[in-house]
């Protein structure tokens, strides 16, 4: 059965999703930029090693770009750790 969220739990959690998406156009702004910078450094340089850097970063930057924008939102991996430190600290709180 799915819960309906209180309008504060909305809110929080399309901040959060906000959060992770900024995020990502930080991380890909600043791998456009520095990647321009090592373009120009191997061009002047006579070799093009900058294809390397780039294509490993460029697949961090992608598998960055399928956690934010293709996994399942309020599911996953962090949400249910989360989750479990909640019930944890309801469990303590109640036993206090």
């Known amino acids: 059965m799915n819960n309906p969220m209180t309008p504060e739990a909305i809110e929080r959690l399309a901040r ?8 990502w156009y930080i991380h890909a702004f600043v ?3 520095v990647n321009i910078g090592l373009a120009l450094l191997s061009s002047f ?3 093009h090693w ?3 850097p780039a294509l490993g970063w460029g697949l961090g930057l992608l598998v960055h770009g399928l956690v934010v924008f293709v996994a399942p939102p309020g ?3 962090r949400e249910s750790l989360v989750q479990r430190e909640l019930d944890q600290l309801q469990r303590e709180q109640g036993k206090s």
């Open 75 to 77: 599911g996953g991996l």
């Open 45 to 47: 340089s006579g070799r």
């Open 16 to 23: 959060h999703r906000a959060a992770r998406k900024m995020g």
């Open 31 to 33: 791998y456009i930029v």
């Open 50 to 52: 900058a294809l390397f």
